[in-house]
């Protein structure tokens, strides 16, 4: 069950809230126990027993830590214990047949893959409980007592299947008690309701443009819409991404969590250096914290500091998806970065901003075009079609149309793609602060607007695909 | 000072009270819409849609570990979401506010056209050499077998698509399609473009040919097989319907359309006899007007898809037989040629699994073997593979 969906939105959400709120107080958690196993069991009603035994071994492990982690040898034992148990149980379901096929082809053997579905966000709920077990150990978090926080924090709805990844510090407290206030829960739903529209009337266009040109033939393809075709993948990853992460928060809210934001406009970055501050933020600071730095970081040395920019991106670009093309994405941004801070850093910060902008917005589109191929032959033609190596023309009447069609929703995720909208904000506070509640007005008309078109784009849609389920 | 202070508070207030209540009327409508569902009738069918909905699903464990109920409910959940057909019709005005020219692969055309798109052909390759074996398993026997790959309005009227459409050409893959097989053809594109200006060859909201249309591959067909065409001042007229509102109208969702005529015509000459070999069912006429009610009007041809239809003409011009191998596309065009043939079998090998080519091999009195397929439905749905 995706979020942009009428099963969710039109049902399910509605069905819990109206549970949860209608609880009383002791009861809330378990509300929300049951309507996030409900959720996940919904996708995935065998592998849910996947998501009871990761949060077990580090629910024990936590235990067993605070009881008898009386010397650091021994803590440290736990904490190893709950890393090689995540990461095998991720290795497994994710990685094993990349292995296997990456295995035969090197020594030409032929070893039957497993055929595994991939369960739905393991990728995040073993990152999140790998927090859990790395910050205990180093006391940054006290040891949670009860297994059914623990799995209500694990699997709870909202952040399940596609982040932001949640450490448990950040919400350990707001398990235990939390205040849900009514202009929170308000926010909450406008919240959902932005990410909602971005997700249905942006990144779901975007990326039907986006499918559009990647089915055409490569001949076809002049290097104008080889390019357009790629800004539009751009864009939906962007949109999609972030929208999902919109309505986690969103929902988080109105359930009485506070979530981390997890992107800042990061196609208004003006480096590449940049564009990681501002991109999935909850997974970038998860690879600082528990990788980057405890392997020293920039600290010792620039050789070692090549090493765990090796290191970090490698394993980042790894797990977007089992697959070489996410490991060779995360590798050129590997590159990139030691460039960018022993290179031409300096010569960059020199540049006008807007050469910057573009300078780093070539990067990332490039980028996701690495991240969108996952076979090397396709890949290599695209990238021929960009460069106008293919044989392909500079432009075509096919371009002419696409932007004919699709005029009004790039504009629109362009503009949206910079801080347009806090601005906006903040122009019509100062407004109604004058007296001017015609904008309040405007907006709620917008609102319910937008509301009625996204649920005609959602009964019409057939095209609703869920880029993460990869992850 | 402190008046202005608490004026501040109440105007931030105000802007404050339309936020909040901005929420409150979303979560509202969302909840009304739930509501809704769970009141209103449900429909078994969508006319405008021409397909069953989802119904509850039954539970089983079985079902549920495999996730089947669950898509299943799913899909009952979209199926029967209230105010459907109005929702569907906002998505297709606020794309054509927004200046799509094509929605849900429909381009919005020129002179009320509606088109349907050209996708990028998958199985020209596989379709030629099904076509192939075909046409050797038929080697031996003395019939003279022809291939017409009859294109879609979309390349007919390719001067009526929205600027600079990506138009891709039909009659390139089916000349592929010819030399693969090396079946004779009958190319009845060039006379359809000639004869575009004179009527509507295609209907404007449906992915058939018109009658008029049939009647132009018709006379392509005469030409080439040497036959004398009927000219239509010989035959009957009948108007049959005016508000024919076809697949391409559903699929586009624009509902202020109005629909297309639907004319049918028949030979006072022709004594028919037309049995359906399906259903057993014995009619004197090619046309079932009962559809005529209906959503799917264009199904009043040959009473809709069968896999076998036999249709006897007592007052035939020649003792020839005909097998027509066929999509819905020949379902107009029967009614010209049945003035030619004795008897003509119609296939449809989507439904008729037997073998056609079997079936020639048993009945040496048939001459001729036509098949016929419009351009869009040969690549997307395969039925051929069932033609031997």
Redesign the interface.
Known sequence: ?VFS???F???F??FCLILYYGAPYGWKNKVLLLASLTFYA?????YILLMFFATAVDYCNGRLMEKYGSTEGRRRFFLICSIVINLSVLAFFKYADFLILTVNKLFSISIRPLGLGLPVGISFFTFQTMSYSIDLYRKQVSVEKNYWNYLTYVSMFPQLVAGPIVRYSTVNEELRKRRIK??E???G??RL?QGLFKKVLIANQAGALWEEIR???TG?VSVATAWLGATAFTLQLYFDFSAYSDMAIGMGRMLGFHFPENFNYPLSSISVTDFWRRWHISLSTWFRDYVYIPLGGNRKGMIKHLRNMLVVWFLTGLWHGASWNFVLWGLYYGILLVLEKYVWGKALEALPKICRHFYALFIVVVGFVIFVFDNMSDLGNYFLSMAGLGGNALWG??C??YL??????LTAAVVLSFPVYPWIKKEA?RM????K?V???L??AG??LL???T???L??DTYNPFLYFRF | MEGLKKQMEKVQGRGWWIKGLTAWLLGAMTIILMVFFFLSDKKEFSENENRYLGKVPVFSLDKVKSGEYMNDLEAYMADHFPFRDFFMGVKAKAEMAVGKKEINGIYVARDGFLIEEYKKPENTERVGRILKDFAKELEGQDVGLRLMLVPTAVYVYEDKLPDHAPARNQMETAEQIYSISGIIPIDCSGDLIAHKEEGELYYKTDHHWTTLGAYVGYQSYCREMGIDAVSLEEMTAQTVTEDFCGTVYSKAGDYDRTGDAITIYTNPSDCLKVEYMDTGEVSDSLYNLEYVDGKDKYSLFLNNLHPLIEVTNEGADSVRELVLVKDSYANSMVPFLAHHYKKIYIFDTRYYKQGVSAFIKEHPAITDVLVLYNMNTLDSDLGIRGIY
């Open positions: 069950m969906s009428i099963p939105l039109f049902f959400l509605p919904w996708g995935e009603p065998v009514r202009e829960v308000e926010e739903l406008i309701m089915l055409l033939e076809r009447e096919e002419v149309w004919q069609n699709y005029k009004v929703v506070g109604e602060s004058k007296g509640a904008v309040s007005i907006s709620m609102y319910i509301f009625l078109v649920t005609a784009f009964v019409n």
